[in-house]
């Protein structure tokens, strides 16, 4: 249902930009959001992003990554400028679809992309 992309390895400062797209019976998506990884830690959020627009970063990110969304194309990006070391992880897109106009919104996961940073 959702299938990240653009991930990579990417120098100290430099920027990447992560697309999920949302596929398969889609009545309604309402919020999207970026949650990362490393090995040992919990999955944390980085930034998610309602159906209206509004926006929630984590504060190690604020100022560096952008999220945005593309309704009509169910698609989330993430631009991530001024990469540090500390950005390297697996990036997962979730999302609360709801199917039909009778069922209720699910919770999905991606199958995550890998994007470390080298310093």
């Known amino acids: 249902q959702l299938v990240e992309s653009g991930g990579g390895l990417v120098q100290f400062g430099g920027s990447l930009r992560l697309s999920c797209a949302a596929s398969?019976?889609?009545?309604?998506?309402?919020?999207m959001g970026w949650y990362r990884q490393v090995p040992g830690k919990a999955r944390e959020l980085v930034a998610d992003?309602?159906?209206?627009?509004?926006?929630n970063y984590a504060d190690s990110v604020k100022g560096r990554f952008t999220i945005s969304r593309d309704n009509p194309r169910n698609t989330v990006y993430l631009q991530m400028n001024s990469l540090k070391p500390e950005d390297t992880a697996v990036y997962y897109c979730?999302?609360?679809?709801?199917?039909?106009?009778?069922?209720?919104?699910?919770?999905?996961w991606g199958q995550g992309t890998q994007v470390t940073v080298s310093s």
């Open positions: 979730n999302g609360y679809i709801q199917s039909t106009p009778s069922s209720i919104s699910r919770n999905y």
């Open positions: 398969g019976r889609i009545f309604r998506i309402g919020t």
């Open positions: 992003i309602s159906s209206g627009g509004n926006t």
